[in-house]
C-alpha cells in the first residue's frame, strides 16, 4: 500500500480551514498532517511537517500566502504549494508565477475544484483554476 498523501492546510478563517479538511478527508489515502492559522505558523510546521502538498490562504496574518510560499518552497523545494483564494479566476490571470506555486483554487469553488487540483498537484502536473459559474 503507498504511503498516504501528506496535506497542510492554512487559513485565519476557521470555518475555511475546516470546510478544505472536510473536502480532503473524503478521499481515502489522503492524510492532513497539520493546519495552520498564519503564514508564519504554516512555514513553520511545514519544515517540522514536510507534507506532500500545502494549501495556503494569501491574506493571512503574519506572512500572507505569496511570502509563506517563498519560504517553504526555499526549504522543501519537492513540495507542491496550492495558493487558495477569495479571487475570482479572471483576477489570477493577472497575478505573477510564485516560485513553488503549483497553482489557485478560488474558495466559491472548493466543493468541486479543491479535489481535482490536489490530484494534480500530487502528480507534479499543472493546476487549472476555472471560471466561476
Known amino acids: 500500500m503507498p504511503n498516504p498523501l501528506r ?3 492554512a487559513d485565519d478563517n476557521e470555518m475555511i480551514r475546516k470546510g478544505l479538511c472536510f473536502v480532503l ?6 492524510d492532513i498532517c497539520g493546519v ?3 503564514g508564519t505558523d504554516e512555514v513553520r510546521k511545514a519544515a517540522e511537517l514536510k507534507p506532500d502538498v500545502i ?4 491574506s ?3 506572512l500572507n500566502g505569496f511570502e509563506a510560499a517563498g519560504c517553504i518552497h526555499e526549504q522543501l523545494p519537492d513540495a507542491e504549494i496550492l495558493i487558495v483564494t477569495e479571487h475570482d479566476s479572471r483576477t489570477l490571470d493577472l497575478l505573477p508565477n510564485e516560485p513553488g506555486v503549483r497553482g489557485y483554487v478560488v474558495k466559491s469553488r472548493i466543493e468541486r475544484d479543491l ?3 490536489v ?3 500530487s502528480k507534479h502536473q499543472p ?3 476555472f471560471t466561476a459559474a
Do not use: C, Y
Open 36 to 38: 495552520a492559522l498564519d
Open 60 to 62: 493571512m496574518p503574519g
Open 119 to 121: 490530484e494534480a498537484a
Open 127 to 129: 493546476v487549472s483554476h
Open 55 to 58: 494549501l495556503l490562504d494569501i
Open 25 to 30: 478527508k473524503s478521499r481515502s489515502g489522503w
Open 7 to 9: 496535506i497542510l492546510v
Open 115 to 117: 479535489i481535482p487540483a
